[in-house]
């Protein structure tokens, strides 16, 4: 992977030395050629860092084929580039970017191969934005008209900015035609923005793109400003005073940003810890990550209401340093805070600490233990039978949030060391044994409980399974919800 890194940064380098080069030691159509060059290779330098070896070469294969159309009827140009935007939009070749992306698959991105251990981290914030932006997830759900606007939207904008990208590299090769600098500048930029927003629109929605659109037309009002306002130094003022109101507003957005995160958490009582729990909803699929070992238990003396006052900046704190925020109890006397950091970042922990007391005035104290087995979690909260009641509550709850109705299927992923014991199970029990999950002497099976969406027959039937499972020595692993 370092060598793909060192490979892409030096052609990135070439490139950026290259452009300024171009414009003073060359005439204008080696200038056209060069931009051209760069324009595609930088292209398929960002779908390779983003979508991987699968997309680059389906990518390369529309690229020749459409550039070798456009070469041998060149009267055509307008149809062509719309036939090569609807090849693009249409993918006729996703089954050799899925056999491609298998045959390599240590290659399919290399941003996520930059995030190296940090990559269950990056995986949970993923997951937090998700839940950030569920109030645009709902209106998916339940408005099928907003729906079908969104998909609308970002299909028209994908196959714009294919179209515009396409023309652009045509013109710039095309040496018959006229060359205007502003004029690439302008569309190259264009291409950018539609690309930045549809990628947003489909991922997050409406607000979302707003917010980035505001920051993009900045720029190109500034560029204008300096162009075509007289005298001159009342452009480089009324440009300089663009660039500034756009940097402050970019600043502005992404401190916007980083503070729009959510904790996510099930919430019950503890009667060995006598403390209310409110257990990370989102942190489940990394608890057997093997990046973060390092479990530490802050100990805060303030009541419940001064630390709901601090704790979306602790949160926002975690996030922009990468650690999770796994668990925080309510005894009514203190607060413990519970999370894990990643293996060698003890000074972070104490930086973390000394963020704490710097918002409550307070000394705190801390108590770190190191996790490789991974079992703090799963012993202390993740395997216990009112954690896993509280999860599968939630789970249904955000169901009638989307307004799905009737009958959930609340799904168990189990093990047993015996067949007897499953054979036990399945008297009761509709089960379905998962084989290729199996080990030596283990046997993994799925148990589906099919109920009313209700708090308490939902709590009923899983505390029933659960005393089952203790009866017949069975592993509890983990629950879903599904409708």
């Known amino acids: 992977m370092r060598r793909r890194i060192v490979i892409l940064s030096i052609i990135l380098g070439l490139l950026f030395v290259m452009l300024p080069l171009s414009f003073f030691f060359g005439n204008v159509y080696q200038l056209r050629i060069t931009l051209a060059t760069q ?58 970017e899925n056999a491609v992306d298998e045959r390599f698959s240590d290659q399919k991105s290399l941003l996520s191969q930059l995030r190296g251990s940090y990559a269950p981290y990056y995986e949970y914030r993923k997951e937090v934005k998700n839940y950030y932006h569920l109030p645009q997830m709902r209106k998916v759900f339940n408005k099928p008209n907003y729906l079908r606007l969104r998909q609308a939207l970002t299909i028209v904008l994908s196959m714009i900015a294919i179209f515009l990208l396409i023309r652009e590299v045509n013109n710039l090769i095309n040496l018959l035609k006229n060359f205007n600098i502003h004029s690439f500048f302008a569309s190259t930029y264009i291409v950018i923005v539609l690309l930045v927003v549809t990628i947003i629109l489909y991922r997050k929605g409406f607000q979302s793109m707003l917010n980035f659109l505001t920051i993009s037309i900045f720029p190109p009002l500034a560029y204008y400003l300096y162009l075509a306002i007289n005298p001159p130094f009342m452009a480089y ?10 940097v402050a507003a970019g600043v502005y957005q992404y401190i916007a940003f980083r503070g729009r995160i959510v904790f996510e958490y099930y919430y019950y009582y503890d009667n060995d810890l006598q403390a209310e729990v409110y257990a990370n909803a989102l942190y489940e699929p990394f608890v057997y990550n093997d990046s973060y070992n390092l479990v530490v238990k802050f100990q805060l003396n303030i009541n419940k209401n001064k630390f709901d006052k601090i704790f979306h900046n602790l949160v926002v704190y975690a996030d922009i340093f990468r650690f999770f925020i796994t668990t925080y ?55 216990k039978t009112d954690y896993i009641v509280a999860r599968t509550n939630y789970l249904a709850e955000i169901l009638k949030k989307l307004n799905i109705e009737g009958n959930v299927i609340i799904s168990f992923i189990t093990y047993f060391n015996s067949i007897e014991a499953i054979e036990q199970m399945s008297n009761n029990y509709a089960i379905t044994r998962l084989y290729d999950l199996d080990l030596n002497g283990v046997y993994t099976i799925k148990i589906d409980l099919k109920v009313i969406n209700n708090e308490h027959v939902i709590e009923s039937k899983v505390r029933e399974l659960l005393i089952d499972l203790l009866i017949n020595r069975g592993k509890y692993v983990r629950v879903n919800v599904y409708y």
């Open 39 to 96: 324009l595609i290779i930088i292209t398929f330098i960002i779908i390779y860092i983003f979508s991987g070896t699968g997309k680059l070469v389906s990518s390369m294969i529309y690229a020749m084929f459409i550039g070798l159309l456009l070469y041998l009827i060149p009267k055509y140009d307008t149809a062509l580039i719309f036939i090569g935007t609807f090849i693009f939009a249409l993918n006729p070749l996703v089954n050799l």
């Open 237 to 246: 003022i009324l440009g300089s005073i663009t660039i500034i109101i756009g």
């Open 329 to 383: 109890t309510n005894d009514h006397e203190q607060i413990n805070l519970y999370c894990e950091f990643h293996s060698g970042s003890e000074k972070r922990i104490s930086k973390f600490a000394k963020y704490i007391e710097s918002l409550i005035s307070e000394k705190i104290t801390y108590q770190l233990t190191v996790d490789q087995d991974k079992d703090f979690y799963e012993t202390n909260f993740f395997h």
